[in-house]
Antibody, heavy 119, light 110 residues
């Protein structure tokens, strides 16, 4: 059974860079045509797609966040990561997830990591 | 790209049906077959229940069904059960390698 687990700091200062890592177990991250994505949810609000990355490192980003986000992948560690330069508006639960065929259908999700941004 | 529009809330009695709409203001729902629906219980990660407009992942009851008409996608939950009470989100590919989620609908089982 595929499992995803987010890890990273729970508190970040505004203007600093948040780095979150998603560790994947139960299957290789480099398998087949899978994409790996990040989605976030501010407290009490809806979901927002941040971006997705392929095993090759090719990434697609939400245009509204593109100037502040980079994604990376480490197939040797079976991990992928999110790097975001934050403001207070970036306080949210951050989820990593698998998109099995680059269709935006995320079928496996991590449990989520709450990140608060302080000013 | 603005979020897809969903009604904030919907409700139905046990055994009855509820339908949630998801409307896009620009190309996306009507141009691509990449509409998904997610169920989210409080404090939990979302769960994929519909993908590619009408398909159900393995293990999702056939009480959940998806459809589309023009730029509006819909999710119908038939035979409502207490455990169906949750937030539901649609999402769609909108072109240029960009995905958008809906605003979310809270479903209450009366």
């Amino acid at each position: 059974q595929l499992q995803l687990q987010e890890s990273g700091p729970g508190l970040v200062r505004s203007s600093e860079t948040l780095s979150l890592t998603c560790s994947v177990s139960g299957g290789p991250i480099s398998r087949s045509s899978y994409y790996w994505g990040w989605i976030r949810q501010p407290p009490g609000k809806g979901l927002e797609w941040i971006g997705s990355i392929y095993q090759s490192g090719t990434s697609y980003l939400n245009p509204s966040l593109r100037s502040r986000v980079t994604l990376s992948v480490d197939t040797s560690r079976n991990q992928f990561s999110l790097h975001l330069t934050v403001t207070a508006a970036d306080t949210a639960v951050y989820y990593c997830a698998r998109d099995a065929d680059n269709s935006g259908s995320f079928d496996y999700w991590g449990q989520g990591a709450l990140v608060a941004v302080s000013s | 790209q603005s979020a897809l529009t969903q009604p904030p809330s919907a409700s139905g009695s046990p055994g009855h049906s509820v339908t949630i709409s998801c409307t896009g203001s620009s190309s996306g729902i009507d141009n691509f077959n990449y509409v998904s629906w997610y169920q989210q219980h409080p404090g939990k990660a979302p769960k994929l229940i519909i993908y590619e407009v009408i398909k159900r992942p393995s293990g999702v009851p056939d009480r959940f069904s998806g459809s589309r008409s023009g730029n509006t996608a819909s999710l119908t939950v038939s035979g409502l059960q207490a455990e169906d009470e949750a937030d539901y989100y649609c999402s769609s590919y909108v072109g240029r390698n960009n995905y958008v989620f809906g605003s979310g609908t809270k479903v209450t089982v009366l």
